[in-house]
T-cell receptor, first 114, second 115 residues
């Protein structure tokens, strides 16, 4: 979905390096999410934010941190990357809507940690 | 813990046939379900959703069926086309969990459409 963009699209880094993945959206949504995808495991939630002042841990937040700089921007950081953080990372957004919370995904960032 | 799972990891169908992708869920508190399609190299794309107060919803060539009695969800694709080849995920809103309305995803079913 072109309304949700992620940078970079691909990144190769070394163990111990700090990495930041960026997500921007033009959908005007207040909710944003970061997921990682591993083969055979589907998508797992890392962090989510319901507005600029709200940050919440997801299922697998250890080793990650996030920053919600503005309503349209949500970045994911790996403070000290390790090989098992090699994965596809997806940002998603949704509008406030109670249980009808359809999420729209960005194109993903493929991260490889050597 | 609660989980969303899929019966078949891969499904191969002939072009023109109908496809049925199944999903079992275990969180009885979930009241909203979504099907996503993910093509190679792309993010998941919304296909269709259904609320728990419905048992069927139709879109263009797709139908979602919800059976709350047995906690089962299915996606039916009519007249499957080569462009339908992708991985399909079901997801439920994680009500009762610790992540608000964030979605809980199944592991995915790979649909391969053969000529």
């Amino acid at each position: 979905d072109a309304d949700v963009t992620q940078t970079p699209r691909n990144r190769i880094t070394k163990t111990g390096k700090r990495i930041m993945l960026e997500c921007s959206q033009t959908k005007g949504h207040d909710r944003m999410y970061w997921y990682r995808q591993d083969p055979g495991l589907g998508l797992r939630l890392i962090y989510y934010s319901f507005d600029v002042k709200d940050i919440n841990k997801g299922e697998i937040s250890d080793g990650y941190s996030v920053s919600r700089q503005a309503q349209a921007k949500f970045s994911l950081s790996l403070e000290s990357a390790i090989p098992n953080q090699t994965a596809l990372y997806f940002c998603a957004t949704s509008a406030t809507g109670g249980s009808t919370d359809t999420q729209y995904f960005g194109p993903g960032t493929r991260l490889t940690v050597l | 813990g609660e989980s969303v799972g899929l019966h078949l990891p891969t499904l191969s169908v002939q072009e023109g046939d109908n496809s049925i992708i199944n999903c079992a869920y275990s969180n009885s508190a979930s009241d909203y379900f979504i099907w996503y399609k993910q093509e190679s190299g792309k993010g998941p794309q919304f296909i269709i959703d259904i609320r728990s107060n419905m048992d069927k919803r139709q879109g263009q060539r797709v139908t979602v069926l919800l059976n709350k009695t047995v906690k089962h969800l299915s996606l039916q694709i009519a007249a499957t086309q080569p462009g339908d080849s992708a991985v399909y995920f079901c997801a439920e809103n994680n009500k009762g969990g610790n992540s608000g309305y964030a979605l809980n995803f199944g592991k995915g079913t790979s649909l391969l459409v053969t000529p």
